[in-house]
């Protein structure tokens, strides 16, 4: 009797030792779950798949972790179009391999740099992003987003999701990459069309 009521005091005593520890213990900042979130969101919603170069290795293209969401490298070479290839009236798009530049009807568009950088999306606040998510337009009143970069479907997003995804690349680490402006398709009239 005397050894279970020395173990139920002993038992109190650390658990009172515990509480208070606890209690004089600052919590740990919780997990901003709305970049969570977007880090979820553009995993899944393939963004990497254009936004990020790649590197290759035996095993083929993989994403660069290096230059996470940075966009096309502005120092890669612009892929060659064969004349009259592609235009306003032929189908078929062609892309670099690591996707990250596209040659279609529309031109020749470069994925953007995603990252919180001056030649990013600094200065862009969550309501331009959600904006231009939902227009097609860069900044949302600007030159239009051209293929392949699937706004429509990513504007069907809640501004809840949108502003997830806008917390998360504001994020990540700002990379300097100064993308390249986009290339109008041969014989179209004006000046080129918008980048994605």
């Given at each position: 009797m005397k050894q279970a009521l020395l173990l139920?005091?002993?038992?109190?005593?650390?658990?009172?030792?515990v509480a208070?520890?606890?209690?004089?213990?600052?919590?740990?900042?919780?997990?901003?779950?709305?970049?969570?979130?977007?880090?979820?969101?553009?995993?899944?919603?393939?963004?990497?798949?254009c936004h990020t170069p790649k590197v290759f290795g035996p095993q083929g293209p993989k994403l660069?972790?290096?230059?996470l969401l940075s966009g096309h490298?502005?120092?890669?070479?612009?892929?060659a179009v064969p004349p009259g290839v592609?235009?306003?009236?032929?189908?078929?798009?062609?892309?670099?391999?690591?996707?990250?530049?596209?040659?279609?009807?529309?031109?020749?568009?470069y994925s953007a740099n995603l990252t919180p950088d001056a030649t990013g999306l600094k200065g862009w606040t969550?309501?331009?992003?959600?904006?231009?998510?939902?227009?097609?337009?860069?900044?949302?009143?600007?030159?239009?987003?051209?293929?392949?970069?699937?706004w429509e479907g990513i504007g069907q997003l809640t501004d809840s999701d949108l502003k997830a995804v806008f917390a998360y690349l504001q994020s990540l680490k700002p990379i300097s990459n100064s993308v390249p402006p986009p290339v109008a398709p041969t014989g179209a009239p004006g000046g080129a069309p918008a980048g994605k």
């Amino acid at each position: 009797m005397k050894q279970a009521l020395l173990l139920a005091a002993l038992a109190g005593m650390a658990l009172n030792a515990v509480a208070q520890t606890a209690a004089q213990t600052p919590a740990k900042p919780a997990k901003n779950s709305a970049v969570e979130r977007g880090k979820y969101l553009v995993a899944i919603g393939g963004c990497h798949d254009c936004h990020t170069p790649k590197v290759f290795g035996p095993q083929g293209p993989k994403l660069d972790m290096a230059k996470l969401l940075s966009g096309h490298p502005a120092a890669a070479p612009t892929p060659a179009v064969p004349p009259g290839v592609l235009g306003p009236t032929q189908w078929g798009a062609m892309t670099t391999g690591d996707l990250t530049a596209w040659a279609g009807p529309w031109g020749i568009s470069y994925s953007a740099n995603l990252t919180p950088d001056a030649t990013g999306l600094k200065g862009w606040t969550p309501d331009i992003f959600i904006k231009a998510m939902r227009t097609g337009k860069h900044m949302g009143e600007g030159r239009p987003i051209l293929p392949p970069m699937p706004w429509e479907g990513i504007g069907q997003l809640t501004d809840s999701d949108l502003k997830a995804v806008f917390a998360y690349l504001q994020s990540l680490k700002p990379i300097s990459n100064s993308v390249p402006p986009p290339v109008a398709p041969t014989g179209a009239p004006g000046g080129a069309p918008a980048g994605k």
